[in-house]
């Protein structure tokens, strides 16, 4: 009788059961425990058990949620990801481009459907009789998140207008102020020290104030321009050897999304009531985040790669040919946006959640 391996045995072993090695040996490492951003949905997910469900499948056992933190830094989630603290990072989808290419080695895990013209409008203070529309901005102050839908959604409505923004390249007809701070966005404008913004009203920060009644929109982006249909999509990220670890784990969070998703659809009172509770905001703001046109927490997702690898090279087209500073500077290939978008995850791919 011939000597068995010991890989021969333990295969042997494997088939009295009705298994295969080659299932046993090539099995997903196990993450024990996540990391995730804390948001409307994160929470919702928590609470409701969608996250237990999921991970409970795949051995991760502890789910945190982190919060940005009080300061409202735009972009410290993508800071997170790259230091490991985070596991994945939701972002805009030029945002979440800008940072590739400076480097954070990260790939799209999920892109949302197109944007609408409700989710990013321009604001100005509600008694500044002066600002009225996008063409009244010509010589003014806009502050904003420089990279961010905040600054990408007017960026396209001044060009249309004829009034472009300054930037370190060439002078334009709007001064544009950089700020990452939310609340100093809010302040800036209500002080009459800048003139305007742009916001996603269903951001935590600012559906407060405009709630309040002391804003007023005085432009929206194009229902059939670039940000609208690339630009303003929504993206989760993650950082590449992550992914390429843990494929199993990215699944799971996207398939508990859907669940969430589904389930705060048709629960909107309810999960409200999650969302004021665990993020401590009104009831009234919680459920404007759920239910408000413009919200992007629970929207529907791209499911076709191709379509996806689309929208970057249009937005980065566009953005380019219009002198955008940073992406004149230094952009992506095409191979490399169709490496950026993991197919993996996308209709057809291994991990997909499309069928």
């Known amino acids: 009788m011939s000597k068995i391996s010991g890989f021969s045995r333990a295969a042997a072993l494997l088939a009295a059961f009705g298994l295969s090695a080659s299932v046993a040996f090539a099995a997903d490492p196990v993450l024990k425990e996540i990391n995730?951003?804390?948001?409307?949905?994160?929470?919702?997910?928590?609470?409701?058990g969608f996250f237990k469900e999921e991970f409970d499948k795949i051995g991760t056992q502890k789910i945190t949620l982190i919060a940005q933190g009080a300061a409202e830094l735009l972009g410290a989630e993508s800071a997170a990801v790259?230091?490991?603290?985070?596991?994945?990072?939701?972002?805009m989808v030029y945002p979440s481009t800008i940072h590739r290419i400076n480097g954070l080695n990260?790939?799209?895990?999920w892109i949302s459907e197109?944007?609408?013209r409700y989710r990013t409008p321009t604001l100005a203070a509600a008694n500044n009789k002066n600002i009225n529309s996008v063409k009244d901005l010509e010589g003014k102050k806009f502050g904003s998140s420089r990279i961010s839908c905040y600054w990408s959604a007017p960026f396209e409505s001044l060009n249309n207008a004829g009034i472009p923004f300054d930037s370190r390249l060439k002078k334009g007809k709007v001064r544009h102020e950089n700020i990452d701070n939310s609340a100093v966005a809010i302040a800036a404008v209500l002080s009459g020290e800048t003139d305007a913004t742009a916001v996603h009203l269903a951001a935590p920060a600012f559906t407060g104030p405009w709630l309040s009644g002391k804003f007023k929109v005085v432009d929206h982006p194009a229902d059939d321009g670039v940000y609208i249909n690339h630009a303003g999509r929504i993206t989760y990220v993650a950082r590449k050897d992550f992914v390429d670890k843990y494929p199993q784990v990215i699944k799971a969070f996207l398939v508990a999304r859907e669940k969430t998703r589904a389930w705060a659809t048709d629960h909107p009172n309810e999960a409200a009531a999650i969302i004021a509770k665990e993020t401590r905001v009104p009831l009234e703001v919680a459920l404007f985040q759920i239910?408000?046109?413009g919200q992007w927490e629970f929207t529907g997702g791209e499911a076709n790669a191709g379509r996806a690898r689309t929208a970057i090279k249009e937005f980065l087209r566009y953005y380019i040919a219009n002198g955008d500073d940073i992406l004149t500077q230094k952009s992506l290939t095409d191979k490399e946006v169709d490496d950026f978008i993991d197919g993996r995850f996308f209709a057809g791919g291994s991990y997909s959640i499309y069928k």
Request: glycine share 10%; proline share 6%; hydrophobic share 40%.
């Open 114 to 116: 197109p944007s609408n």
């Open 106 to 109: 990260t790939v799209v895990i």
């Open 36 to 48: 995730l951003q804390k948001s409307p949905w994160t929470v919702v997910a928590l609470e409701k």
């Open 82 to 91: 790259g230091g490991g603290s985070l596991a994945i990072a939701q972002r």
């Open 291 to 293: 239910t408000h046109i």
